[in-house]
Nanobody, 122 residues
Framework: QVQLVESGGGLVQAGGSLRLSCAASGNIFSINTMGWYRHVPGKQRELVAVISSGASTNYADSVEGRFTISRDNAKNTVYLQMNSLKPEDTAVYYC????????????????WGQGTQVTVSS
């Protein structure tokens, strides 16, 4: 089995910072991309940022220049540093990893964390 466990969400004032972490564990063979998505009730889940195994990154326009995604491959962990937070960043943030397991080493599937709430007050 594979687990993605997120941490670091919470309540912060506008202009503040938070750092999210997500650690993948279990029967993992290889991790391709890791990323963060967010969801606001009534809206579709949207991509926030993604990072490849080679550390190439891609960001949503709305967070470009404010958020930074990084990963520690040795720890199977991805981070999201969020600065200059705005009330519109309020959402549940989900970690994603596209990975293969030891049982199926060359088949990659998406796995998700349980979500962590980020609330930015004005």
């Amino acid at each position: 089995q594979v687990q993605l466990v997120e941490s670091g969400g919470g309540l912060v004032q506008a202009g503040g910072s938070l750092r999210l972490s997500c650690a993948a564990s279990g029967n993992i063979f290889s991790i391709n991309t890791m990323g963060w998505y967010r969801h606001v009730p009534g809206k579709q889940r949207e991509l926030v940022a993604v990072i490849s195994s080679g550390a190439s990154t891609n960001y949503a326009d709305s967070v470009e220049g404010r958020f930074t995604i990084s990963r520690d491959n040795a720890k199977n962990t991805v981070y999201l540093q969020m600065n200059s937070l705005k009330p519109e960043d309020t959402a549940v943030y989900y970690c994603n990893a596209r990975l293969s397991t030891r049982a199926r080493q060359y088949s990659y599937y998406d796995y998700w964390g349980q979500g962590t709430q980020v609330t930015v007050s004005s």
